[in-house]
């Protein structure tokens, strides 16, 4: 997983930067931008900058994704 790829990331709204969330096996989960309060999905390593598929974050911590969760 590169994370210097995520680092390079803003948000694509405000252009601020972003905080990586992590699931319960410290992998990177979502992208989160504290200021709008967005959290943009990791798919496969891979961020959806997409603001369409960003979610609300109301709550610090990052709900479990149920998406793509797929067998090795
Ligand atoms: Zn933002």
């Known amino acids: 997983m590169d ?14 930067p972003l905080e990586m969330l992590r699931d319960e096996d ?3 989960a979502e992208l989160a931008c504290p200021a709008d309060r967005l ?3 990791i798919r ?12 609300n974050v109301d709550a610090p911590a990052a709900r479990e994704s149920s998406s793509t969760r797929a067998p090795a």
């Not at 994370?3 to 990331?9: A, D």
């Not at 496969?44 to 979610?55: F, K, Q, S």
């Open 44 to 55: 496969d390593g891979i961020p959806v900058m997409l603001e369409t598929e960003a979610r």
């Open 3 to 16: 994370h210097r790829l995520i680092e390079l990331l803003v948000c694509p709204v405000c252009k601020g």
């Open 39 to 41: 959290a943009f999905p």
């Open 26 to 28: 410290a992998r990177p």
